[in-house]
């Protein structure tokens, strides 16, 4: 008995103190784990040629890309700001700052067009560390605007079953310059890009990448030793050209060309690429494309092409058949002049030793003939950015149509301000600020503010 009474002490001390622990726990006035917030410390200057003038005070754009949620800050006087207090996620971050035109015209001796000149600088994809400030230095550009521009690219397509599903998709191109510019010898390439980043658990047992998580093209089987592969081309799974013989295609100031995948009516019936006759439940999702200045149909899919209006000469197709583009948002649009761009060579995707990628091929675009770029990435549900492809010089950020696949929504450039009748579009080469969603309409322009 009295080892039992024993044993029974010991078991009912033990219980107490279990109790007494648990009881303690459930007195924590902190339920919550605790988080250490992560903060940013900018510093913003203007990109060198612009240095004979100081900078003023710089307004920054922090959006989470998981929330969405922005936070917005000013710099002091020398372009330096501390933003504190962050839920560490990862964030887009966009500075702008607005020029007098006295300030522009000591900078570089030109005129400007207006009162002020816009500038603007980005990041994208910053990961914010718990309890440390992350670093993070911008340089503010700006454009001139003196050529063609990308006005507006649908790529989101419209309702599967109640409009034209991904078949009315275009992208149009605007003479945003104030002479005759002309659309002979024009190319549209649609761009790769790593939609995954580093760290995926099948992509990256293949292909090679760089630090940042774009694709490391220097390590594409065949590709010259001697070259900046990775700096100085573009790769395309799909380049198109405008035909014409140097001034077949006058666009004057203030107008546009529109390219349609299909130049078809897709308001009224339409018979799609399986022989289907297709009458659209909701002819006000889509749009009329007869009136398109060219179309970018295969030989495979001329049964939907319009004998009315011009093909585009397909320089290099990909792996599609015809001009389809990527309706979840993950891609560049790029637009070059070349007199032959036929001559660019093809390249495989990266891959590591004894492993095998996709067997799409890539044409390579040098750098130095863009006019115009425009990246498109969609982040994904929980925030995701792919990484960019597109050089900041060409484009600072990126933009996406925001409503999502077949939604009918367009992203289209923003009216800068009016030249007499002529509109012009702003193009600062940062499409995050430069675009907005609108509902896809051929030669239609963005509400002005």
Known sequence: MKHLTIMGNKLALLLMFVAASVCFSCGDSN???????ASVQLTVKLATEYNKVSLGKVKITLRNTATGKET?????????????????????????????????????????????VLFSASATGVQLVPGKATALNLEL????????VLKTIYYAGSDRVKAASDYDQF??????????????????????????????????????????????????????????????????????????????????????IVIASFAQNFKASFTNLRGDVIKPQAPELTVDLSHA???????????????????????????????RLSNNGKEGYV???????????????????NTQGSNSQFMQIPVSTVIDAVEVISPTNDGYVAPKAIQ?????????????????????RKVSRLDGTRRVLQDINNSTLDFVEMKAEPKAFAPQN
């Not at 339920?31 to 917030?37: F, G, K, Q, R």
């Not at 550009?141 to 063609?148: L, Q, S, V």
């Open 293 to 323: 200045d060219f179309e970018g149909a295969y030989e495979r899919t001329k049964e939907m092409t319009n004998p009315a209006v011009p093909d585009l000469i397909i320089v290099h197709p990909g792996n599609n058949t015809y001009m």
């Open 335 to 353: 637009l070059f002049r070349s007199s032959d761009p036929s001559k660019y060579p093809l390249y495989l995707y990266p891959t590591k030793p």
């Open 141 to 148: 550009n700006t454009a001139t605007t003196d050529n063609f």
């Open 72 to 116: 917005k800050v000013i710099t002091d006087a020398g372009g330096s700001a501390l933003v504190s207090n962050l839920p560490i996620d990862m964030y887009d971050v966009t500075a702008t700052y607005s020029m007098s035109a006295a300030d522009f015209k000591t900078a570089t001796g030109l005129d400007a067009e207006k009162d002020s």
């Open 31 to 37: 339920d919550e784990p605790s988080v250490t917030p």
């Open 171 to 256: 992208i149009e191109i605007y003479n945003n310059s104030s002479k005759t510019l002309y659309a002979d010898s024009l190319c549209i390439a649609i761009t790769t890009m790593n939609r995954y980043g580093n760290g995926h658990p099948y992509q990256s047992q293949r292909y090679v990448y760089l630090e940042d998580g774009r694709y490391d093209w220097s390590k594409a089987q065949g590709m010259p030793k001697d070259i900046d592969a990775n700096n100085a081309y573009y790769y395309a799974n799909m380049v198109f050209m405008i035909p014409g013989k140097g001034k077949t295609h006058p666009v004057k100031p203030g107008e546009s």
């Open 392 to 412: 900041k010089k060409d484009d600072a950020g990126y933009t996406w149509a925001k409503s999502g696949t077949y939604s009918s929504m367009a992203i289209t």
